[in-house]
């Protein structure tokens, strides 16, 4: 359980990550209060993932300070690709989670891939991406 | 016929024991002709019903929206896998689960009601049902998403 949890950490950092490298290119209201909200939730799934790792005593790879990213970050649409790519990311990390956790565990990632599966889909209605979803969201 | 007499009598009792002989050789098998009580459907039917059902609805929708049959075919998708995880067979005919409308509002709806469904179904899910319930509750929580 707990190696599938500290991968969704690792997922969630590398989100917040990439937030706040691809905000600097959204330049619209709508765009920036989307991504501030989405990193806002990340942290907080980030926090969460923390202090429920240090309650089961695993123990967690420090965050890298930085990512190499899949491509460059130039503009609006680069931007949003990244996006797409970050909670689709999340999506799978927290899926792996799912059949070896129970109760609470199982609830909290099918909640977060629920949620990353929602925010793609908004990025992908931004970026004019068709189909904005996905058949099986977190499936790799 | 009205048993008035000893002969008719012991016919009779032999007969019974006739046929309570038959039934000590052949054992369980007079009551083996009865038919199985019908196994309990698996949990995840109405999450199948429910896909069906969506399907049958945005393939009435994309006549007028032919953007919406993606959506549809998201969840033929999903009741493919569904009816091969237990052993189902994907019915021809419309759906026995009651259609969903075919407005995007009232899809919408259905597709939020169909995730309560399926988040239900994945909690209580064994580990290697887990991840594809999951996913089938997101893809529905994505799809309400997109008909906002």
């Known amino acids: ?140 | 016929m009205v048993l008035d007499g000893p002969v008719k009598r012991r016919q009779l009792l032999g007969g019974v024991a006739g046929t309570a002989g038959l039934a000590t050789l052949t054992g369980c098998g007079l009551f083996g002709d009865d038919p199985e009580p019908a196994p309990a459907p698996d949990a995840l039917q109405p999450v199948l019903d429910e896909a069906l059902a969506l399907a049958a609805g945005y393939d009435r929708a994309a006549v007028a929206d032919p953007a919406l049959k993606v959506f549809g075919d998201d969840h033929r998708a999903h009741a493919a896998e569904l009816a091969k995880l237990i052993g189902a067979t994907l019915p021809s005919a419309a759906p026995s689960a009651p259609a969903a409308g075919n407005s995007k509002a009232a899809l919408r709806k259905a597709e939020q009601a169909a995730q309560k469904t399926a988040t239900a179904a994945c909690k209580t899910a064994p580990a290697e049902r887990a991840g594809i319930v999951g996913s089938i509750a997101a893809a529905r929580a994505a799809h309400a998403e997109a008909l906002r």
């Open chain 1, 1 to 140: 359980m707990s190696d599938a949890m500290a991968a969704a950490l690792a997922a969630e950092e590398a989100a917040i990550y990439a937030y706040g490298l691809l905000g600097v290119k959204l330049t619209s209201d709508g765009d920036l209060t989307e991504a501030r909200a989405c990193e806002a939730i990340h942290r907080d799934r980030r926090d969460a993932l923390v202090l429920r790792l240090a309650a089961l005593k695993a123990s967690t790879a420090p965050a890298p300070a930085g990512y190499q990213l899949p491509f460059e970050v130039t503009d609006r649409d680069s931007a949003l690709k990244l996006a797409i790519q970050v909670e689709d990311g999340v999506a799978q990390a927290w899926r792996a989670t799912l059949p070896s956790t129970e109760g609470g565990d199982r609830s909290t990632a099918l909640s977060a891939l629920t949620d990353a599966a929602v925010r793609a889909t908004r990025w992908r209605r931004r970026g004019n991406v068709s189909p904005v979803t996905l058949p099986w969201p977190g499936r790799p």
